[in-house]
């Protein structure tokens, strides 16, 4: 069991490895899907959309890759995540790596929002990834074999962009999350990355969902096309995932702009890091002398 001051072992290639794909049907999911199944990945793929879902599948065989399954759900469903996480584990037991990507995208201002709007991106965003941490981690932890946990924030989760609120609730959550899990599965030989993109051209730009405000308005077809001139591909963004997995890379960017904002907000993370870790073990200390 690792203790303070052994970082998990990073997995320095996929080959053969179990990996967990949320929102593999389209977009960053999509392309970190066919990319770790090219290095050899057996990739177990989720997403809501059945049709697309499938054809990533089939195109990830046709190019020789392996998928173990693939199922269209709700992550937002605790009782569809633990279903899928039962017949996933009894044929095929605990994951190697698992990855949460899937996500929704809502803007708009306080007074322009509804309550549904605040749910439906909480349910998604944040409570989704909870569920298949809640179903897939713990089984990897009793394996004993180590592997890696992804969570895909956002720019939006380190800082508070306009109109975001309810998108940053979720991201800024799952960033939390992270950041606990960051330490403790340290222990356990599990890594974590958090991903936090910039910009990214995939199909969420399209179906962004901006409250009180005309997408189809000259102004917002000029801020769309200068979102797209700056935005990433998703197959840079799932280069950088992979990257960070093998490098056991905590905070993972994709673009340089991210990287720069967020190193003039935190300057002294070394002190940070020490005393979590150290505050880590001595809760762990308890747990251990608990009769």
């Known amino acids: 069991m690792p203790c303070f001051g052994s970082p998990p072992v990073p997995i320095r290639d996929l080959k053969d490895k179990k990996c967990l794909i949320t929102g593999a049907a389209s977009g960053i999911g999509r392309a970190t899907a066919i990319a770790a199944a090219a290095e050899g990945a057996a990739v177990f793929l989720t997403d809501i959309n059945a049709e697309s879902l499938d054809k990533v599948a089939d195109d990830i065989r046709r190019r020789g890759g392996s998928v173990g399954a693939a199922r269209a759900f709700d992550i937002a469903d605790i009782d569809a995540v633990r279903r899928f996480a039962e017949e996933i584990h009894a044929e095929h037991g605990a994951m190697d790596v698992v990855m949460n990507i899937a996500g929704i995208s809502t803007w708009g201002t306080v007074d322009a929002l509804e309550h549904r709007h605040w749910r439906k991106v909480i349910e998604i965003n944040l409570m989704g990834p909870i569920h298949v941490i809640e179903c897939f981690v713990p089984p990897m932890m009793t394996s004993g074999r180590g592997g890696h946990l992804v969570n895909v924030s956002s720019a939006a989760g380190l800082f508070g962009l306009p109109w975001h609120a309810p998108y940053s609730a979720s991201k800024f959550g799952l960033r939390g999350v992270s950041e606990v899990l960051r330490f403790d599965l340290e222990r356990h030989g ?102």
């Open 190 to 291: 599990i890594g974590v990355s958090l991903v936090c993109p910039g910009g990214v051209d995939t199909p969420l730009v399209n179906t962004l969902e901006i409250v009180g405000a005309d997408r189809e308005t000259p102004r917002a077809k000029k801020w769309q096309a200068r979102f797209r001139s700056h935005a990433v591909s998703p197959e840079h963004v799932a280069r950088a995932i992979l990257d960070g997995i093998k490098r056991n890379r905590y905070l993972v960017f994709t673009s340089v702009d991210i990287r720069i904002g967020y190193w003039f907000q935190c300057k002294f993370a070394f002190a940070y890091e020490l005393v979590m870790r150290r505050l880590n073990d001595e809760i762990h200390r308890l747990k251990s002398s608990a009769p």
